[in-house]
C-alpha cells in the first residue's frame, strides 16, 4: 500500500488534482485490452518531464512500482498495474511541440493522440505512415513503447523506423535523451532503438521526435472477395513476389466478416471465403497502373470480386470494415484470445493452413485476420478465457500456433508485445543467453526493478488478476 504521507509527497510534485485515490477512478486505470484488471494504489497525471523525473526518485526511494500507461490499449497487460503500487498516465503530456517542415521532423510529448498527430501533419502536407487500428484512441508514446505497427507498415515499416530521437525517464529518475533531429547519427549505443519496443520496463518516454515523410498524391483502395481461404492467402505472397509493394495488403477470413456484420452496421460483403483490402498510394498516374497489375497477379487464384473505392468516403468505408474487426470479434465474444504471430510473408499460406489444423486438433473456432502483408497474422482463439475446460484447449492451442510460427522462421509477436500475456511463452523464442543479456540491460538501467515490473519477463513474485 502507498502510505498518506507518499501520497501528500505526489500531490506536492504533479498537483493534488493529478493524484487519483478513490477506489472509482483507480478502477479506470486498471484495465487494458487484455480485459484483465490490476487495482493501482494511486494514479498520477504528470504534467511535464521533471515531475516524472521527481516521481521516479520518490518510487525507487521507497520501493514502489511505476507501471506507465498511455492509452491503455495495448493487448498484452503491459500497462497494468499488476503490483499495485503507481499508474503513471501520460494523458496531460499531449502537446504536438514542433512540426519542422524544413527538416520533416516533429517533436510530440507522449500523451499525443496517434490519429491527431497523423492529422496535424497531413495539414501540411506531410505523412506519419505507422497505423495501428488503434489510432483514434492510442498514443505515441504507447506506441513507441510497443513499436506498434498497422496496415501500412508492409511499405513504410514500423513505429521504431520513424523515431529518430527521445527524451526518456530512467528507472532511476535521471533525464536522457538519446538520438536527435538528424537523419543520421551513430555516437555511442542506440538507445533510441532500445527504448522503441521495450514496453516501459527501461524507461518513461516523455519526448518523441518523428520523421516525416511528404504525403503521397493520392491512393487507391480495392478490396477483393476470394473463394477461399487459401486462394487469399497465395495472393499475398504472389504479390510480393512480383516485387509489388502495395501500401496496404491486410487479409480477413470469411468469420472475421461474419463477426463485422454481427456486431456492426457496417456494410460488410457477402459470399466470401476471405478478403484482401489492398492499397496503393503515390503518384496518380502510376496508382491505374499498378492496381491493375495487381489484379492481373491475383486474378487467377479465385477471385470473386474486386470493389474499388472511388471517393475518399468509399475508401474510408472499406477502412471501417477492417478497423472494426478487433471491437467486433470482443464484442461476439468479450473473452476470446488474440495473438499476433508474424512469419516470412512467403510463409502465410502455410502458416493459415497450420492454424486451420490447429484448430481441428482442438476443435475450437480460431478467426484469422490481420496485416498479411508483413507476414503478421492476428490469430483469434474464439474460446471462453472464463471457462476452465475451454482455457486448457485453448492454452495448448496457443503454443502450438507459436510453435508453427517460429518453425517457419516467423516470430510470437509482431506488435502487440510480451506484457504479461506473451511471458510464459518467452523460452519458446528467446534462448537462456539472449535472455540473460536482455535482463541485464533491465538491471542496469533499473535495478531496483521499480519500473513496470514482472513484465515481459516474469519475477519470481507472483501476481493475481481480480
Ligand atoms: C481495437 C484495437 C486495435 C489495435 N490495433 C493495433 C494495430 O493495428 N497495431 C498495433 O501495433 N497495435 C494495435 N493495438 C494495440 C495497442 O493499441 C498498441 O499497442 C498501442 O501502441 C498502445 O498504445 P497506448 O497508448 O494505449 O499504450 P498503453 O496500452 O497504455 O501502454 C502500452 C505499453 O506502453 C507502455 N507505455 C505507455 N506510455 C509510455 C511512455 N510514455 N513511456 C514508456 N512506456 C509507455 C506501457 O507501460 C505498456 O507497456 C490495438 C488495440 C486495440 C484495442
Redesign the pocket.
Known sequence: MVSEQIINELKSIVGKDNVFTSKADRICYSY??TQQSFLPDVVVHPGSTEEISRVMKLANRELIPV?????????TG??LPTRGGIVMC?ERMDRILLIDEENLVATVE??VVTEHFQKEVEKLGLFYPP????LK???????????????RCIKYG??KDFIIGLE?VTPTGDIITTGGPTMKGVVGYDLTKL?CG????L????RIVIKLLPLPEAKKTMLVLFDSIDGAAQAVSSIIRSKIIPATLEFMDGRTLDCVRQATDLEVPEGARAVLIIEVDGDREFLDKQAARIAKIIKPLGVVETRIATTPEESEALWQIR?SV??SLRKVNPNKYNEDICVPRSKVPEMIRKVDAIAEKYAIPIVNFG?AGDGNIHVNIMVNKKVSGDTLKAEGAIRDVFKAALELGGTMSG???V?IAKAPYIPLEITPEAARYMKAIKQALDPNNIL?PG?IFFDDEDFVAE
Request: hydrophobic content about 30%.
Open positions: 487494458d485490452a507501471f506507465p500507461r498511455g492509452a491503455g490499449s495495448g493487448f503491459g500497462s501520460t507522449p500523451g497505423d495501428p487500428a488503434s484512441f492510442s498514443t505515441l508514446g504507447g506506441n513507441v513503447a510497443e513499436c506498434a505497427g498497422g496496415p514500423v513505429t526518456v527504448m521495450s514496453e516501459g520496463t524507461g518513461v518516454i516523455t478497423r478487433s471491437a496485416h506488435e502487440h508485445g506484457g513496470n513484465k
